[in-house]
């Protein structure tokens, strides 16, 4: 391949489709149309002598010949950003980016709604997107810029991967009103553990595992509890005791943001549970970014307002 015939923004056609798997998706991420992006990728073809991606469904699976060109392609590419990037702050009111968060739904319907409203108006240029929680790896999101941060409990990572906390979630449990097992209770009151074991339970699992941090500390007690049920949604697992007579330990957080619409009430729950952190976690790289350093302060200004 003749180097000096090489047109650079194919090199970023080639980034968008590594981390979008999707022609159109990376269209529209670098601003070119469906058939320009599939345009490029037939000159990058010919150029490499490859294929490149070979097309699964509905996404673009790349070839091992483009898994070995990525990371090396994407340290290029953002160099010469870095490089070229002046020197400025960042001004949401006449800024035009796209901002992309993953987490689990308790955020895309408790914190993205309220953060979007905030920033509708007063920031028109900036789009929001959030991905879920089973998008894939933290870490490899973060480092192949496919996210810009991420909304999760504490998660083993190695540097540059930096985290700050939002908030702690003491779990409690939630079933539905009226539930005839625990018509004794008053409301807030610990579930005796006998009930508490005795009772199906759901669970919120993004990868289908039937235990969590709730499992590992009944075991410590000496109890276990009877899964019936994992979903990968947090609003699922809700929908799922308001219907049946299922109990579910969540965050305390979700639990008084859903309890009223759904009619459900809420326990303590009957064993000591370690609080976890939820944490916002951002590639190092980004640190000094004003842009990323705006979205973080976004985040965290809604996260206090909501929770503390």
Same mark, same amino acid.
């Given at each position: 391949?003749?180097?000096?015939?090489l047109?650079?923004?194919?090199?970023?056609v080639?980034?968008a489709?590594?981390?979008?798997?999707?022609?159109t998706?990376?269209?529209? +991420?670098?601003?070119?149309?469906?058939?320009?992006?599939?345009?490029?990728?037939?000159?990058?073809?010919?150029?490499?002598?490859?294929?490149?991606?070979v097309?699964?469904?509905?996404?673009?699976?790349?070839?091992p010949r483009?898994?070995?060109?990525?990371?090396?392609?994407?340290d290029?590419?953002?160099?010469i950003?870095?490089?070229?990037a002046?020197?400025?702050?960042?001004e949401?009111?006449?800024?035009?980016?796209?901002f992309?968060?993953?987490?689990a739904?308790?955020?895309?319907?408790?914190?993205?709604?309220?953060?979007?409203a905030r920033?509708c108006?007063?920031?028109p240029?900036?789009?929001?997107?959030f991905?879920d929680?089973?998008?894939?790896?933290?870490?490899?999101?973060?480092?192949?810029?496919a996210?810009d941060?991420?909304?999760?409990?504490?998660?083993?990572?190695?540097?540059?991967?930096?985290?700050r906390?939002?908030?702690?979630?003491?779990?409690?449990v939630?079933a539905? +009103?009226?539930?005839?097992?625990l018509?004794?209770?008053?409301?807030?009151?610990?579930?005796?553990?006998?009930?508490?074991?005795r009772?199906p339970?759901?669970i919120r699992?993004?990868?289908?595992?039937?235990s969590?941090?709730?499992?590992?500390?009944?075991?410590?007690?000496?109890?276990?509890?009877?899964?019936?049920i994992a979903?990968?949604?947090f609003h699922?697992?809700?929908?799922a005791?308001?219907?049946?007579s299922?109990l579910?330990?969540?965050?305390?957080q979700?639990?008084?943001?859903i309890?009223?619409r759904?009619?459900?009430?809420?326990?303590?729950?009957?064993?000591?549970?370690?609080?976890p952190?939820?944490?916002?976690?951002?590639?190092?790289?980004r640190?000094?970014?004003?842009?990323h350093?705006?979205?973080?302060?976004?985040?965290?200004?809604?996260s206090?307002?909501?929770?503390?």
């Amino acid at each position: 391949m003749n180097f000096n015939a090489l047109d650079l923004n194919l090199l970023r056609v080639f980034d968008a489709l590594m981390r979008e798997r999707s022609v159109t998706r990376a269209g529209e +991420q670098i601003g070119l149309s469906q058939p320009a992006v599939s345009a490029a990728l037939n000159r990058l073809r010919a150029l490499m002598g490859d294929q490149l991606f070979v097309r699964r469904g509905n996404e673009m699976v790349p070839t091992p010949r483009a898994d070995d060109l990525f990371p090396p392609v994407r340290d290029a590419l953002q160099s010469i950003e870095a490089a070229l990037a002046p020197p400025r702050g960042f001004e949401p009111a006449t800024a035009r980016r796209t901002f992309t968060l993953l987490g689990a739904d308790f955020f895309s319907v408790l914190l993205m709604p309220r953060l979007f409203a905030r920033w509708c108006d007063a920031a028109p240029g900036i789009t929001w997107r959030f991905l879920d929680s089973a998008r894939g790896d933290v870490q490899r999101l973060l480092q192949e810029d496919a996210i810009d941060a991420a909304l999760e409990r504490p998660l083993e990572t190695q540097e540059p991967i930096e985290s700050r906390i939002l908030f702690s979630a003491p779990f409690v449990v939630i079933a539905r +009103q009226g539930h005839p097992a625990l018509a004794d209770l008053e409301p807030g009151a610990p579930i005796p553990m006998e009930i508490y074991t005795r009772l199906p339970h759901a669970i919120r699992s993004i990868d289908g595992t039937l235990s969590g941090m709730v499992d590992e500390a009944l075991a410590a007690a000496g109890h276990r509890r009877l899964v019936r049920i994992a979903l990968p949604h947090f609003h699922g697992v809700a929908e799922a005791v308001a219907s049946t007579s299922a109990l579910a330990a969540v965050p305390r957080q979700f639990a008084e943001a859903i309890a009223a619409r759904l009619d459900l009430s809420i326990h303590a729950v009957p064993a000591e549970i370690p609080a976890p952190e939820v944490r916002l976690y951002w590639h190092g790289r980004r640190t000094g970014d004003p842009a990323h350093r705006w979205l973080r302060d976004a985040v965290l200004a809604v996260s206090a307002e909501l929770w503390g």
